[in-house]
């Protein structure tokens, strides 16, 4: 089966093209400023009266005529619906993963958005709370034909359009990183947005094999309607070649289990290879270790990123 065909049918099961992009209408709702960067909370459209809250982060000196690199972070699930973007901010949760607070100190203007039924983007309604509000969303969109991965990707898109209206970021120097469904997000995606230059998923790679044998309850955007008739999740992400990705995975997660990750890393390779970027694609996977970011991981990440963005 061809690269081609593949990405004709994985764009079919996500429900079709994105509509056509209109204004950001970005807000600016308060600055907040920290040792050595400033927070930014603000807002912009995904679509009309479709507001995504997110925080952006600029080091201090970085400005319109000093511009840097920028990184767009894609938060965890952990089914802890009232964290989102202000885990990788640094305002909230485990400071495993304050990873967007880590970046902006090593120099780049990182953007953290909420996922839609995280953090503020729960249920405007107040009567559905936490996984029934996401379960909720996912339904609402496969009978549109649709589904929660394809206004991921929307959402995803229209980041990385709010990263490029920045006069702080260089707009040919942007990249993407996530852990656990961040990770899933990441190589979501990398095919279909050719500005980030760079991608690093950390813990997430499951497979539809994988997951029928372990009776996985996975995030819901690892679930595209219809797509299994035509390949799995590593075919998703060898779309991304041969822009440069590399992944971090935990020999005892789980949510990835160990005996799928040897084929899927070879069907990503072979992409790479087909195209002469074998440079390009790069895994590890950390004997004895679950479903963490750990600092073997993370160095693996602030060196990707450095290589490829700077």
């Not at 229209?158 to 942007?174: C, G, M, W």
């Not at 990183?177 to 990770?183: D, I, K, T, W």
Request: hydrophobic share 35%.
């Amino acid at each position: 089966m061809s690269h081609v065909f593949f990405r004709e049918k994985l764009l079919e099961c996500l429900g079709g093209p994105w509509p056509e992009k209109e204004d950001l209408k970005p807000s600016l709702r308060e600055v907040m400023q920290k040792e050595g960067y400033r927070i930014e909370s603000l807002t912009y459209e995904a679509e009309q009266d479709d507001p995504i809250p997110a925080l952006l982060l600029i080091p201090d000196g970085v400005d319109d005529q000093h511009p840097a690199p920028a990184i767009a972070i894609w938060h965890q699930h952990a089914g802890q619906y009232h964290l989102g973007k202000s885990e990788p901010a640094g305002l909230a949760g485990d400071p495993m993963h304050h990873t967007g607070v880590a970046l902006v100190k090593e120099g780049y203007v990182v953007l953290c958005p909420d996922a839609l039924a995280f953090e503020e983007r729960q249920d405007p309604t107040e009567k559905l709370k936490n996984m029934m509000y996401e379960r909720f969303e996912f339904l609402r969109y496969v009978m549109q034909g649709k589904c929660m991965a394809w206004k991921n990707i929307l959402d995803m898109q229209r980041a990385i359009d709010y990263l490029v209206s920045r006069p702080e970021v260089k707009a040919e120097h942007i990249g993407c990183y996530g852990h656990s469904m961040g990770s899933t997000h990441t190589w979501l995606i990398g095919p279909w947005e050719e500005r980030i230059k760079c991608l690093v998923g950390n813990c997430c790679l499951p497979t539809y094999r994988g997951i029928h044998r372990e009776h996985m309850l996975h995030c819901f955007p690892n679930f595209v309607p219809g797509l299994e008739q035509y390949g799995d999740t590593p075919d998703i992400a060898a779309l991304i070649a041969p822009r440069p990705l590399h992944l971090n995975l935990g020999e005892k997660d789980s949510g990835s289990p160990i005996e799928d990750i040897p084929w899927a890393i070879e069907t990503i390779k072979k992409a790479y290879e087909s195209q002469h970027a074998e440079e390009n694609f790069s895994t590890f996977i950390q004997p004895d270790t679950g479903h963490v970011l750990s600092e073997e991981m993370w160095n693996l990440t602030k060196n990707w990123f450095a290589k490829h963005l700077e």
